[in-house]
């Protein structure tokens, strides 16, 4: 008889299983909005005022949709040994309001302010990247707090090297919840699972990528306080 060790295996199916179930979330999510729009666009008798609401909605669906897939790219590259960085000079100021104005305009029930102090030196990094990883924060907090609420982004030079963080004014994140945040491909257990669209996906690429440039990120909440999201980023040498 001869005996094979497939316990790797099966963690790989399992995770491939667990990507995949994911992903197809993640997907159907924008998917049916744009449908939906769409479908509704093509009925007889709709004033111009539902007709642009309808078309508002698509963008947004679709806007959503190419987010999603430049997760999966980074992702992808990532897993395929295939991520380098086109480090470089960078304001983290004008980064962050390059983020901010994106967003402002996808939701504009939400106020977005920057708490940046003057002279801050510029950091040695991959602009985009850092731009995905500004955005899916600053989105995640936004799909966290409530109507009118404040979502802000700051930084503070710490131990040589930057810290930026993104806090909302959301219900929080229990303490065992925040150990899944950056694990695998894992979704919050929250009763609002319309709040938690993206967080699994977008989480994890944020890790990869200021793991990517050596840094660190980690998360500071308390249910019913908000949350602060922080991560480091190098100093230009």
Not at 74 to 96: F, G, M
Not at 108 to 133: C, F, K, N, W, Y
């Amino acid at each position: 008889a001869i005996g094979i060790d497939i316990t790797e295996r099966k963690k790989t199916e399992r995770l491939k299983d667990e990507f995949i179930g994911m992903v197809s979330h993640e997907l159907r999510t924008p998917l049916t909005v744009i449908m939906g729009a769409l479908h509704v666009l093509t009925a007889a008798g709709l004033k111009e005022e539902e007709k642009q609401e309808m078309l508002q909605d698509a963008i947004q669906g679709t806007d959503n949709l190419a987010g999603i897939v430049d997760n999966l790219l980074e992702l992808s590259r990532y897993q395929a040994d295939r991520l380098t960085l086109n480090k470089k000079q960078a304001d983290i100021v004008h980064i962050t309001r390059d983020v901010l104005k994106q967003l402002q305009v996808k939701s504009g029930i939400h106020r977005l302010t920057i708490d940046l102090p003057e002279g801050l030196p510029a950091v040695e990094v991959d602009s985009t990247r850092v731009e995905r990883i500004l955005f899916n924060l600053v989105q995640n907090a936004i799909k966290y707090s409530p109507s009118g609420g404040e979502v802000r982004v700051s930084a503070q030079l710490r131990d040589g090297e930057m810290v930026v963080c993104v806090s909302d004014q959301g219900d929080g994140i229990a303490p065992d919840d925040q150990k899944k945040l950056f694990q695998s491909f894992e979704q919050l257990g929250i009763e609002n699972r319309n709040a938690m669209q993206g967080v699994g996906l977008g989480l994890k690429v944020c890790r990869t990528l200021v793991e990517a440039h050596g840094g660190r990120i980690w998360v500071e909440s308390e249910p019913g306080k908000g949350s602060a999201f922080r991560f480091t980023l190098p100093l230009t040498r």
